[in-house]
């Protein structure tokens, strides 16, 4: 069965717990199974709280690194 998905970025440029909220809420509601969430800053990222929301509203997630510039292979 295919599943289809989306950025975060779709909705935002940016991923906060706030930000996060509201793009779970407008994946779900656009009828997605899953959404690509960023993880722009690892050290603040409330996985228990967008685990619990997610959930909520019955959509799988996958992350990214939004690595820098210098982080990338050469």
């Given at each position: 069965m295919l599943k289809f998905g989306a950025h975060a970025f779709c909705w935002e440029?940016?991923?906060?717990s706030e930000i996060g909220d509201r793009v779970i809420e407008q994946a779900a509601?656009?009828?997605?199974?899953?959404?690509?969430?960023?993880?722009?800053?690892?050290?603040?990222f409330?996985?228990?709280r967008h685990r619990r929301h997610l959930e909520?509203?019955?959509l799988a997630c996958?992350?990214?690194?939004?690595?820098?510039?210098?982080a990338h292979a050469a």
């Open positions: 440029g940016d991923w906060t509601r656009a009828g997605l199974d899953f959404i690509e969430i960023p993880l722009l800053h690892p050290e603040n409330d996985a228990k909520s509203v019955g996958v992350s990214s690194l939004g690595l820098s510039r210098r």
